[in-house]
């Protein structure tokens, strides 16, 4: 069936580096993703969302790029800090931008060292 | 501050002792979700409602059920808690209808069965 998956199960990186965390859709009708931070213990935290009329989208300290050519979309996290510890996870409402299932790539562990 | 709230955010129960799961929304979305997580993977969504219509998963247990009494809330029962069943247990809303589609978090419930 249609897909969101991660191509990285985990990125290890020091404070102050650059991260890139890298999410590959399989639906090419896919018009709308979204980037979720998950903490140990707590619910997915919505950080930046991009539709596909968008190659780049920026947010504070975090960018999503999204090629449409190779269904593949990243998030860029600048000057990465020990609070961006955590699990991300990109996501893909059905249709788009209805609502109903997101389907979930399987989720990105980044550890940030000091 | 706008909010997804759930309680509690632990939960102990018994095998096959019905549990009740809280989830209530300050931010006026028509759609509520229940989503079930296990330890590391990806949220796997139950049911959700969007306003009073109940739509459920194919895969989903007749173990669980679920109500929405208001706008502002929605229960999640689990009449014969497994030990299979222990799990975090997310609730998001969403607002369809406005092209919008991303999904917002509660922070979890963390269900033990005993």
């Known amino acids: 069936g249609e897909s969101v998956g991660l191509h990285l199960p985990t990125l290890s990186v020091q404070e102050g580096d650059n991260s890139i965390i890298n999410c590959a859709y399989s639906n090419s009708a896919s018009d709308y993703f979204i980037w979720y931070k998950q903490e140990s213990g707590k619910g997915p935290q919505f950080i930046i969302d991009?539709?596909?009329?968008?190659d780049k989208r920026q947010g504070q300290r975090v960018t999503v790029l999204l090629n449409k050519t190779v269904k593949h979309l990243s998030l860029q996290i600048a000057a990465t800090q020990p609070g961006d510890s955590a699990v991300y996870f990109c996501?893909?409402?059905?249709?788009?931008?209805?609502?109903?299932?997101?389907?979930f790539g399987q989720g990105t562990i980044l550890t940030v060292h000091p | 501050d706008a909010m997804v709230i759930q309680n509690p955010r632990y939960q102990v129960t018994q095998f096959g002792k019905p549990v009740t799961l809280s989830c209530s929304q300050t931010l006026n979305h028509n759609v509520m979700y229940w989503y079930q997580q296990k330890s590391s993977q990806a949220p796997k969504l139950l049911f959700h409602?969007?306003?009073?219509?109940?739509?459920n998963e194919a895969d989903t247990p007749d173990n669980f059920q679920s109500r929405r009494p208001n706008t502002s809330f929605c229960f999640l029962d689990i009449r014969s808690p497994g030990l299979g069943d222990a799990a975090m247990y997310l609730c998001?809303?969403?607002?369809?209808?406005?092209?919008?589609?991303?999904?917002?978090f509660g922070p979890g419930t963390r269900l033990l069965v005993l």
């Open positions: 409602y969007y306003d009073k219509d109940f739509n």
């Open positions: 998001a809303t969403s607002r369809a209808g406005t092209g919008v589609g991303a999904q917002y």
């Open positions: 991009i539709r596909s009329n968008m």
């Open positions: 996501a893909e409402p059905p249709g788009g931008t209805s609502y109903g299932k997101l389907t």
